[in-house]
């Protein structure tokens, strides 16, 4: 097993034989690479408290007061890393002389690859559906639809409560309606408009998010799958001029604050006869979206609301 080597210091300013210490460790001792570890995970939990954020858009405030905290200079700690335990010596020995604090640690070299495999498993709906992570080669398949999922950068593998939601809600729904178009708005991995496809073979799907790594993990998952893509778009912000006008369903599984933020854009997308659903609520958040989607189209008809966990998610249909 591999072992890495860290030096854990509080200064990185002071000057050793006149070269700053992170020069000195990365040029003269092969230092591997040096984190700031200002801030510990406690210390930003009570910065956030119990305020929730979708994706990177943490306000301006909530910035600045972290940043306030890591420009002070007692709770300062950086890890510099070594390969060897000769390359930490080499910064070490010149530590001791100089008096300057310090800790050193090692680790084993964990294949991360492979630890994060261990977190997806085949998820199954009933007899209907399953959901199998992409290198589950030889799994037996025990339903007549399935697709496969690589969990590369975007949220989605069906594993989250708010995923598994949306998919239950569609699983009722998806005999009832025409089923010709689908926006996925949101789609991080694509899982919601993928599943969508394999019903709907013909159908044109749009897949959106603000994540440019997002769209690239779908891309994966199409070709993953073998879907015909001629009638998949992958969109970013800049290109929501070219949405289509309506829908027949729409998947929105994002929090709620972007939910209200853009209801009447969402609203807008679907089809008089078609059907939203919901996704990316707290328990308890359910009643200000029905109130607020269902005050802005009053032709909107709340159809059923689902829980698991802490997660509820709606299914609305629009009066033909
Ligand atoms: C909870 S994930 C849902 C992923 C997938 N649809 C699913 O159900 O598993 C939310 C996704 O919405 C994206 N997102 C966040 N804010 C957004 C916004 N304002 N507009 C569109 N997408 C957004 C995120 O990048 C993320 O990929």
């Not at 498993?121 to 399953?130: A, L, R, T």
């Not at 969990?151 to 729904?173: A, R």
């Not at 929501?240 to 969402?266: G, S």
């Amino acid at each position: 097993m591999q072992k890495y080597y860290f030096v854990k210091i509080n200064d990185l300013e002071v000057l050793i034989n006149g070269v700053p210490l992170g020069d000195y460790a990365i040029h003269q001792c092969n230092s591997t690479g040096i984190q700031n570890f200002s801030l510990d995970e406690s210390m930003v939990d009570s910065i956030l408290g119990d305020r929730s954020y979708s994706g990177a858009d943490l306000p301006i405030e909530v910035i600045e007061e972290v940043e306030a905290i890591t420009e002070s200079k007692e709770n300062k700690t950086y890890h510099i890393y070594f390969d060897t335990q000769e390359d930490a010596k080499c910064l070490t020995d010149e530590l001791d002389k100089m008096k300057i604090p310090f800790e050193l640690e090692s680790k084993v070299t964990q294949d991360w690859n492979e630890e994060w495999k261990k977190n997806f498993s085949p998820i199954k709906f009933e007899d209907e559906f399953e959901i199998i992570p992409a290198w589950f080669e030889d799994y037996n398949l025990t339903t007549n639809k399935h697709i496969y999922i690589y969990p590369g950068m975007g949220f989605g593998t069906g594993s989250h409560e708010t995923t598994y939601l949306c998919i239950k809600l569609y699983l009722e729904w998806k005999d009832k309606k025409i089923n010709n178009t689908c926006m996925d708005f949101g789609c991080g991995s694509g899982i919601l408009g993928l599943i969508y496809k394999i019903y709907n073979p013909s159908a044109n799907i749009d897949l959106y998010d603000i994540d440019q790594a997002a769209l690239d993990n779908c891309m994966q998952n199409i070709e993953l799958n073998n879907i015909e893509s001629s009638t998949i778009r992958l969109l970013l912000p800049e290109q929501r001029n070219q949405f289509l006008p309506t829908y027949d369903l729409v998947f929105a599984n994002i929090l709620k604050n972007i939910l209200i933020e853009e209801a009447k854009q969402i609203l807008k997308l679907v089809n008089s006869g078609g059907c939203l659903i919901a996704s990316g609520l707290l328990v308890g958040q359910e009643h200000d979206i029905i109130s607020h989607y269902t005050y802005l189209d009053s032709s909107l008809i709340l159809e059923n609301i689902l829980y698991k966990g802490d997660w509820v998610a709606l299914r609305f249909t629009k009066k033909a």
